[in-house]
């Protein structure tokens, strides 16, 4: 005798807040918001929980910062020159940015790492930010 088997698919409840949360510090990139999701699902999993708070979504991305750190480290590496990463690292710092840096600071925007937010230069993708600070700032 054959018994059929009725697999019902795992629902994940929404929580809209928390999701625009994660798609705007991914900079709604479609790589990062899945290997963000699946790290947060993964950890959702070993909680036995359906609902992702605010917390959850700091150590899904800690855990996509060791998961997906060769992309992390290509961008910073091989994808921004020296005086770029230097601009990088002023905005991150505060400090004012010599005019020399104009050339620097056009090649990011047209690479898509900056952004002009009226008078402030912020990062597209706030969570690379967030690496750098972790990576790469004493």
């Known amino acids: 005798m054959i018994k059929e088997l009725k697999a019902e698919p795992t629902k994940y409840e929404r929580n809209i807040e928390t999701a625009k949360e994660l ?3 991914l900079g709604c990139q479609p790589f990062l918001l899945q290997a963000t999701m ?3 699902v993964n950890y959702l ?6 609902t992702a708070r605010q917390a959850d979504i700091d150590i899904a991305i800690e855990k996509l910062f060791d998961s997906q750190s060769t992309y992390f480290e290509h961008i910073w590496k091989t994808e921004t020159s020296a005086q770029e990463k230097e601009v990088l690292l002023a905005i991150i710092k505060q400090k004012p940015m010599p005019q020399e840096f104009g050339p620097a600071i056009r090649s990011l925007i047209r690479k ?3 952004r002009k937010e009226e008078n402030d230069l912020v990062f597209c993708v706030p969570v690379f930010r967030e690496w ?3 990576n790469h700032v004493s």
């Open 23 to 25: 798609v705007q510090r």
């Open 38 to 40: 699946s790290e947060l």
């Open 132 to 134: 750098v600070i972790k």
């Open 112 to 114: 898509e790492v900056l």
């Open 45 to 50: 999993n070993t909680l036995h929980r359906k």
